[in-house]
């Protein structure tokens, strides 16, 4: 099993480097941080990673990540399935549960090379250029910016295995898109106002804790350091939503993948 897995992993993530994916992204991650660390602040001059992490985190993370999770996962099986190369891979010793697996593998290692490497030679470039930079925080922004890739890559392939073709499946990655993106926002603002209606103090338990169905949001509160501290919801609550945005999505694709006609 762990064969067929790491080859289908592999063909996925050989097939993503030939497309440029890894590249291409990794340095419009690189420049954007660069650029937004640079020319970030009020004054022109390197930020420090944390002011870095802030000014980016609305443009590359709740932006791009998202997008390049959703791009590679959308077609990674009904796109196989209207090509007509998911027969011919099935009709092979291989199991749905291990196409799933590898497929998510090869593409999620897309996704964590692109953000390790655009990230992490800026953070290399940033900290030459600032005074006692904090490595930590940087780390911790990295790696939870792989797991909302992840988390998206896997509701990318849960849409993929839902609908029958491949146009379909891009529409609903590009709703997924706009609705965590866009749609979001104005809903938290509707139940903001509401929380504050009857002109009593506002439950901020309950308003932090609708923002972590969000996974974007939930990932903005592990990196936000004005949470009150009074506030029950905490970083280890929004890594779990991460963690669940990544594991049921997969778990839910898996078993309809199972059921699917082929």
């Not at 930020?47 to 000014?55: A, F, K, M, S, Y």
């Not at 291989?94 to 953070?123: M, N, P, Q, Y």
């Amino acid at each position: 099993m762990t064969k067929v897995v790491l080859s289908i992993a592999k063909k996925e993530f050989l097939d993503n480097i030939r497309n440029y994916w890894i590249l291409g992204f990794s340095l419009l991650f690189l420049v954007i941080t660069l650029l937004g660390s640079y020319f970030g602040s009020i004054l022109v001059g390197w930020q420090d990673l944390e002011g870095t992490i802030e000014t980016i985190e609305n443009t590359v993370v709740r932006f791009f990540i998202p997008i390049i999770g959703l791009m590679l996962g959308y077609a990674s099986i009904v796109g196989e399935i209207e090509r007509g190369s998911m027969s011919s891979l099935l009709s092979l010793p291989v199991t749905r549960d291990e196409v799933i697996l590898g497929k998510f593998l090869g593409l999620g290692s897309v996704i964590c090379s692109t953000i390790l490497i655009g990230f992490g030679i800026a953070g290399i470039v940033i900290a030459a250029n600032v005074p006692s930079p904090n490595y930590g925080a940087y780390l911790i922004f990295i790696g939870t910016s792989m797991l909302l890739g992840l988390g998206f890559l896997s509701i990318s392939m849960l849409l993929s295995s839902i609908f029958k073709s491949r146009a379909a499946a891009m529409g609903g990655a590009i709703f997924t898109w706009v609705f965590f993106s866009i749609i979001w926002t104005f809903l938290i603002v509707g139940i903001a106002f509401y929380l504050m209606s009857d002109g009593s103090k506002p439950n901020m338990d309950l308003f932090y804790s609708i923002q972590l169905i969000n996974p974007i949001t939930a990932h903005s509160l592990i990196e936000n350091t004005n949470i009150p501290h009074n506030v029950v919801v905490s970083y280890e609550h929004a890594t779990l939503s991460l963690l669940l945005w990544t594991i049921v999505p997969l778990l839910t694709a898996t078993w309809i993948f199972r059921r699917k006609e082929i």
